[in-house]
């Protein structure tokens, strides 16, 4: 079984296997963050189990549509997931979330395991783009500039999950390590 290490985070003691939500936060054994480290959660070869997948969700796109379709058209997200799956092991499902946001934004939200890209960050980057190359000889690849940022932004999202999950010691800036990372 796995070892009765201290989180560090309030004192209580972790039971990484005994199918039990030991310090209160919704997971239990490998599922939990805390948990990652922990022998009982590693496999055959000593690496991480694999607890989980980078799903893909596109969400409410009213007022989008045409965004929304041009991004699940282009963007490879299906295939960006489906190589992180074969590279990374997860403790617990991460949705890659494509939605409405009322804000050009991106962000991690830890609580719901849940990167979000909003539809009008992505609006908005084409427009810039298309903006900066309308009159030159740029004005064709905007499609590919914005896809190129679109994948930037993704795994720089994905970088501060994976921070969070393999609970990774950063050295500076989260924002700079994740920024190497995407």
Do not use: M
């Not at 805390?34 to 070869?45: G, L, Q």
């Not at 909003?118 to 064709?140: H, K, N, Q, R, W």
């Amino acid at each position: 079984g796995g070892g009765d290490d201290d989180d560090g985070s309030d004192g209580t003691e972790l039971d990484c296997d005994n199918d039990f939500d030991d310090d209160g936060d919704g997971w239990s054994d490998c599922t939990d963050v805390d948990c990652v480290a922990d022998p009982a959660c590693r496999d055959e070869d000593g690496g991480n189990q694999d607890q989980g997948d980078f799903l893909v969700n596109w969400a409410d796109d009213t007022g989008y549509e045409d965004w929304a379709g041009w991004l699940q058209e282009n963007g490879g997200t299906e295939a960006l997931a489906s190589g992180l799956n074969n590279a990374l092991k997860l403790p617990r499902d991460l949705w890659l979330l494509h939605g409405l946001c009322g804000v050009e934004n991106a962000f991690f939200d830890p609580s719901q395991d849940r990167v979000t890209i909003c539809y009008e960050l992505v609006a908005s980057i084409y427009g810039d783009f298309d903006t900066a190359y309308a009159e030159t000889e740029f004005a064709d690849q905007v499609p590919s500039l914005t896809i190129q940022t679109y994948w930037f932004i993704l795994f720089h999202e994905v970088g501060h999950a994976l921070v969070y999950y393999y609970q990774l010691p950063v050295t500076g800036a989260q924002e700079d390590v994740v920024d190497e990372f995407s």
